[in-house]
């Protein structure tokens, strides 16, 4: 009887144990399917776009794994337009909140992303055009989770034709955290990844209405932009409504133009023209290197970037350029460079070629598509050499090899 007895409690207690494992299991597989639909509800509802999930499982340490998540605008789900795709997502919620059964996200760590910030040229649109993060009357730090991206691209490519152009993309690393002092304002931390160990950070703040900007960055990872540059020291600051108007301005202090990156493959429109960036433009023109400090101002709206209107201030700091339109190099360059939509003007700049000095005043109109020039070089005693000859325009070489110049002279020559 005993025997029995002994048996029979043992089967009791395996069959209890077996229940409580499937009841665990059942437990788990609906926890984790709660909080993970939870998870992309909030996700949506934070950045008011689109957010779809392949898989969703409980993670070992007690946090929601989110296998395959993407990010898309809420008017378009094609795949190719989505804003983030993510191999991995690990969600945490606040322990109070899951005891008070109002679950909310804490933190986000995402890893092996993509950002794909893209412009449709064909609607005039920006996939990251809908994401609105409202701010306003919002308790943070309850509301915002932490957001870390880890082992991730951020890239800028254009849409048009059913065709996607990729015009930049870097190796990114990224922190956004909610204030903790009930300011109403978000502070981040971006690292962007260079191959060669020039690592590019920028730190910030973000509230309703207000963006702010400041540290170092360095254009060698920037693959349509052909010439290095980097800034040391960089402050900027957006202001925008609620309609997207927005106002920007930015200053920066020794920026430095490097090497020519000749090693970097140019970035082609579909057909097959150079991309039209006014940086690279200006880069392509001037050819320059040395330092500079900047100031640039810019209006308009968020959703119509095409449109800003933009002006602003480059300080010489003893610049070499060589104009393509007069490819004649001049070193140590001072004065300042006015700059805006229609128009360059270039402010009591002087330089040397060689030993010879020359200054260089006058306006360059719609300088970004069919320049029309109005530029005044003079010198009191330029050296008549094989490196004017060169620059000079075909007719006027013709002329100097008619009299065949040499010495020094006082020049006063438009362009």
Not at 190 to 203: D, H, I, P, R
Not at 274 to 285: A, I, K, M, T, V
Not at 395 to 403: G, S
């Amino acid at each position: 009887m005993k025997n029995i007895d002994t048996k029979k409690r043992f089967y009791i207690r395996l069959f209890e144990l077996a229940a409580f494992v499937v009841l665990a299991w059942l437990s788990v597989q609906l926890l984790t399917a709660v909080l993970g639909k939870r998870a992309i509800e909030q996700l949506s509802e934070i950045t008011n776009t689109e957010v779809e999930a392949k898989k969703i499982s409980f993670h070992i340490n007690g946090s929601i794994l989110i296998k395959d998540m993407r990010i898309s605008a809420g008017h378009d789900l094609n795949p190719e337009k989505s804003i983030l795709i993510a191999k991995n997502v690990y969600a945490r919620f606040g322990l109070i909140s899951l005891l008070t059964l109002k679950p909310r996200l804490k933190k986000l760590n995402v890893k092996d992303f993509v950002l794909n910030v893209q412009q449709d040229i064909d609607e005039n649109l920006w996939n990251v055009g809908t994401i609105n993060f409202s701010l306003a009357n919002a308790d943070l730090e309850h509301i915002l989770p932490c957001i870390q991206l880890k082992r991730g691209i951020i890239k800028y490519s254009r849409y048009m034709d059913g065709k996607i152009d990729v015009l930049w993309q870097m190796p990114m690393s990224a922190e956004l955290n909610p204030d903790k002092r009930g300011e109403k304002l978000c502070s981040f931390e971006v690292v962007t990844l260079s191959e060669n160990g020039l690592n590019n950070t920028l730190f910030g703040r973000w509230q309703e209405g207000k963006f702010s900007v400041s540290g170092g960055v360095c254009s060698l990872d920037i693959l349509s932009l052909q010439r290095v540059w980097s800034i040391f020291d960089i402050n900027g600051e957006l202001n925008y409504d609620e309609q997207g108007n927005y106002y920007f301005v930015l200053s920066s202090e020794a920026m430095k133009f490097d090497k020519s990156a000749d090693e970097v493959k140019t970035i082609s429109n579909n057909d097959g023209t150079r991309d039209g960036f006014r940086l690279n433009r200006l880069f392509e023109r001037f050819d320059p290197s040395g330092t500079a400090d900047i100031v640039l101002a810019a209006k308009g709206n968020l959703n119509r970037l095409e449109n800003s209107e933009f002006s602003g201030k480059i300080f010489a700091h003893g610049l070499k350029i060589t104009d393509s339109k007069f490819p004649y190099q001049l070193e140590n360059m001072w004065g300042i460079i006015h700059f805006n939509n229609e128009k360059i003007v270039l402010d009591n700049l002087t330089g040397l070629h060689g030993q010879n000095k020359v200054a260089i005043d006058g306006l360059i109109d719609n300088p970004y598509k069919k320049p029309n020039y109005n530029v005044r070089f003079l010198s009191d005693g330029l050296a008549l050499d094989k490196d004017l000859y060169d620059a000079l325009k075909p007719e006027h070489q013709k002329l100097w090899e008619h009299f065949s110049p040499s010495g020094s002279a006082a020049i006063d020559y438009r362009l």
